[in-house]
């Protein structure tokens, strides 16, 4: 009996074939139907669009359409380079979304790991919810906010300043203010956002982790520095690899609610998305404007494939794919 008991043990089990499509299909059925709008969504808003990247190639008119217009090669490319325009938002796009994704992070892992350490769940619950409200707050209505606080003759500030006999600021003819006013309303915005999926991810982390470092005689301090940022990574590195497939492509709602069409700032506040919207609303330069939205997505491409190869070179396990 032993013998047979030996043999059964080591028995290799037969080698379990794989379903084919049309089980899997009968099989999952409900998991299928429920990802069907998100195809439908996806193919419709994100594939079919994809057909107007020939735009770029060609000299548009209403007469032939998009796909009956004559080509010209590069030259759209051509004028956007030569334009003098192709350095300047490149630089401001990336330079503004690089200090916004730095300063978003840092201050949704720091907001969430004071709500973490929080004992008193009222002000907990309260600070939540008075940091998330401005995540539901239109840039339309931040726009009024800020020209209300700052128009050089009756906003608050400048009101302010001329009481206490200082000279009051014009931040509409000023674009050194912008470089600190865009990352501050940035993070006002959506730090409530952030902080909530950073506060998720602390949850998660197993509470006997911090009752062994409590026995170990750890301080509320060492937990944080050796347990719960380092159980974040995780979480970070993937959504700063998801917040960089945005990094060309700028804030345009905040941008032009903010600044519009000043001339005064806009070789500060310049970027990718309203440089082609002037370019469809003004001169409707289509071939233009859709020249200049491929290179954004090659550019975004790049970045992301760069950055995820950088990541899975040396933490492969937190890579994107």
């Given at each position: 009996m032993g013998t047979n008991i030996e043999r059964a043990a080591v028995r290799t089990p037969k080698k379990a074939?794989?379903?084919?499509?049309?089980?899997?299909?009968?099989?999952n059925w409900v998991?299928?139907?429920?990802?069907?709008?998100?195809?439908?969504?996806?193919?419709?808003?994100s594939y079919i669009p994809m057909t107007g990247i020939v735009m770029a190639f060609k000299e548009f008119n209403y007469r032939d359409g998009i796909f009956m217009s004559p080509w010209n090669g590069l030259e759209n490319f051509q004028y956007f380079?030569?334009?003098?325009?192709?350095?300047?938002?490149?630089?401001?796009?990336?330079?503004?979304?690089?200090?916004?994704?730095?300063?978003?992070?840092?201050?949704?892992i720091l907001v969430a790991v004071l709500i973490s350490e929080t004992y008193n769940k009222f002000f907990k619950k309260t600070a939540q919810t008075l940091m998330f409200l401005p995540y539901f707050i239109s840039w339309v209505t931040v726009?009024?906010?800020?020209?209300?606080?700052?128009?050089?003759?009756?906003?608050?500030?400048?009101?302010?300043?001329?009481?206490?006999?200082?000279?009051?600021?014009?931040?509409?003819?000023?674009?050194?203010?912008?470089?600190?006013?865009?990352?501050?309303?940035?993070?006002?915005?959506?730090?409530?956002?952030?902080?909530?999926?950073?506060?998720?991810?602390?949850?998660?982390?197993?509470?006997?982790?911090?009752?062994?470092?409590?026995?170990?005689?750890?301080?509320?301090?060492?937990?944080?520095?050796?347990?719960?940022?380092?159980?974040?990574?995780?979480?970070?590195?993937v959504l700063i690899l998801l917040g960089l497939g945005r990094v060309m492509r700028g804030e345009f709602d905040m941008f032009y609610q903010l600044i519009g069409n000043?001339?005064?700032?806009m070789n500060a506040t310049d970027?990718?998305?309203t440089l082609v919207f002037r370019s469809l609303m003004g001169t409707q330069d289509f071939g233009m404007a859709?020249?200049?939205?491929?290179?954004?997505?090659?550019?975004?491409?790049?970045?992301?494939?760069?950055?995820?190869?950088?990541?899975?070179?040396?933490?492969?396990?937190?890579?994107?794919?």
């Open positions: 074939k794989g379903l084919s499509p049309l089980q899997e299909l009968r099989k998991l299928y139907m429920m990802f069907v709008p998100i195809a439908v969504f996806f193919i419709i808003f380079f030569e334009s003098g325009k192709a350095w300047l938002v490149t630089k401001n796009t990336i330079m503004y979304n690089v200090v916004f994704l730095g300063l978003y992070t840092l201050f949704s726009s009024a906010f800020v020209y209300n606080f700052f128009n050089y003759e009756f906003g608050i500030v400048n009101v302010f300043l001329k009481n206490l006999g200082l000279e009051a600021i014009d931040i509409y003819s000023n674009s050194s203010y912008w470089y600190l006013l865009l990352p501050l309303l940035y993070v006002w915005k959506w730090v409530g956002f952030g902080s909530i999926l950073y506060l998720a991810a602390i949850v998660g982390i197993d509470q006997e982790i911090y009752e062994a470092a409590t026995i170990d005689g750890a301080s509320r301090f060492q937990k944080i520095m050796k347990i719960t940022l380092p159980l974040l990574k995780p979480t970070a590195v000043n001339g005064s700032l970027i990718i998305d859709s020249s200049v939205g491929l290179y954004q997505s090659v550019l975004t491409l790049i970045i992301i494939l760069f950055a995820n190869y950088l990541v899975r070179r040396y933490d492969k396990d937190n890579a994107l794919f």
